[in-house]
């Protein structure tokens, strides 16, 4: 393996200086640019997995365009956007890098902090041990489809599981299962690597079909624990085309005597935009034979008002992109605050996800959210210590103190 190289690209030299030394000291290889001309030009030659930390404000060709020339081509580099400009500013510009499809790692202000910097870069650094925090592979660098093939037929896949706190109670309120490759080589690999793959190979139906089965079997299992718990899991926008879908998960809830209440899936805002009347068709008879249906990542797809109100949704599930600036960006924080009300009014459970600080999660108290789910409260966590984590110190430790919103 190579190490990877980040690109720096800022019209000012001071910078491009410090962000280098910053690079170098991870352990990654730096290269300079003062042009986004100059450096376009080379970025045909830019090598898959590499990175680009972009300065939005420039002279002659600004961030914004560079964005929109890398878009176009084939293997872009991911990107850390730095701007001395406001929070909404820089925040536009992650939301417009996303929309072409970019990989955006972090958007970080001026006066850069080394600290942030440095925990961006840490995961690309080659020499960092496996864990939980550090073993996924970067999400940028796509597997092999021969390889997420193999993953899915031999068993390779995995369930974590990342506890649903009910804010107002402290009481966990669910789990929401992630599934992570198990990788004979790699270690542990995110699924932002392969789900992709799997999804433009067709294989998404086989996917989550394994997901379904391992989270059916995990709730078993810590049902004869005498732990009794909700469960939450993701479906891709091509799990809903299947018409005979409703049927044979009431058919497999049923043979495993299991609660079709107790199961949630997961849909993202932005798979409901292909053929409205199959998802509604399916959605509903899923809804009838009481599985619970939560949109996931609400507020980054455009549905409409008029869409949400067809939907028999149970649940909102806010993106953590509002979450995560909620505390510093009054827009963040105002639709944050929409996406509760919305929900309560609409009568369906509201779920925070991507709480990272306590204030976060203060906020969200004060605000009337139901639930919350975030690295604060819990790391997803493989099913075996979850009971742990919830009977044991994790849960306890959340109850006691650390968090005053529950004392008060
Ligand atoms: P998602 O459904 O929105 O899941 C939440 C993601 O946010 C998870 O990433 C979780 O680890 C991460 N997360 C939770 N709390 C925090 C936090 O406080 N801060 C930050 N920065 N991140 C947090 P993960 O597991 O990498 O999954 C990424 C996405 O991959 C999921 O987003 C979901 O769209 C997809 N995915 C995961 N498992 C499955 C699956 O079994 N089937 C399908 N179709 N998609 C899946
Ligand atoms: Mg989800
Ligand atoms: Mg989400």
């Not at 079997?217 to 718990?229: E, K, P, T, V």
Request: hydrophobic fraction near 45%.
């Amino acid at each position: 393996m190579t190490i990877p190289i980040v690109y720096l690209l800022d019209d000012e030299p001071d910078m491009l200086i410090l962000l280098a030394d910053v690079v170098e000291m991870t352990g990654l290889e730096p290269r300079l640019f003062t042009s986004g001309s100059v450096f376009l030009e080379q970025v045909d030659e830019v090598e898959e997995g590499s990175l680009l930390v972009l300065d939005l404000f420039m002279p002659n060709m600004d961030g914004i365009e560079v964005m929109r020339q890398l878009a176009k081509k084939n293997n872009p580099p991911a990107l850390v956007l730095i701007s001395g400009h406001d929070a909404g500013v820089l925040h536009s510009a992650e939301e417009l890098g996303r929309a072409h499809n970019l990989t955006i790692l972090a958007a970080l202000p001026k006066p850069l902090s080394v600290v942030k910097f440095q925990q961006v870069l840490r995961p690309y650094a080659m020499s960092q041990p496996c864990g939980e925090t550090q073993s996924f592979q970067p999400s940028w660098r796509g597997c092999a489809p021969r390889e997420v093939q193999r993953a899915i037929l031999e068993d390779e896949l995995i369930l974590y599981f990342q506890p649903q706190i009910a804010i107002q109670s402290g009481e966990i309120a669910g789990v929401e299962a992630l599934v992570r490759w198990q990788h004979p080589e790699l270690g542990l690999v995110g699924p932002e690597r392969f789900i992709p793959i799997a999804e433009s190979y067709g294989w998404m139906d086989q996917l989550t079909s394994l997901v379904l089965n391992k989270a059916i079997l995990q709730i078993q299992q810590w049902r004869a624990a005498d732990f009794d718990i909700s469960v939450s899991i993701n479906i891709a926008a091509d799990n809903i085309t299947s018409l005979a879908l409703p049927e044979q998960l009431a058919g497999l809830l049923m043979e495993k005597k299991l609660d079709p209440t107790r199961l949630t899936l997961e849909i993202t805002e932005s798979s409901l935009m292909g053929e409205l009347a199959t998802s509604l068709d399916i959605l509903t008879r899923l809804r009838m034979k009481g599985v619970k249906l939560s949109i996931d990542d609400f507020g980054t797809g455009y549905s409409s008002l008029v869409q949400l109100h067809r939907m028999p949704f149970t649940e909102l599930k806010i993106d953590r992109s509002f979450v995560s600036y909620m505390t510093d960006d009054r827009e963040a924080r105002a639709i944050v605050k929409t996406c509760i009300v919305l929900g309560h009014d609409l009568g369906v459970q509201v779920v925070a996800e991507g709480i990272e600080q306590p204030s976060h999660l203060n906020l969200l108290w004060q605000m009337g959210c139901d639930i919350a789910q975030g690295y604060l409260l819990s790391r997803p966590i493989p099913g075996d210590d979850l009971l742990a984590w919830a009977q044991g110190n994790g849960l306890a430790a959340l109850r006691k103190k650390e968090f005053g919103w529950l004392n008060a």
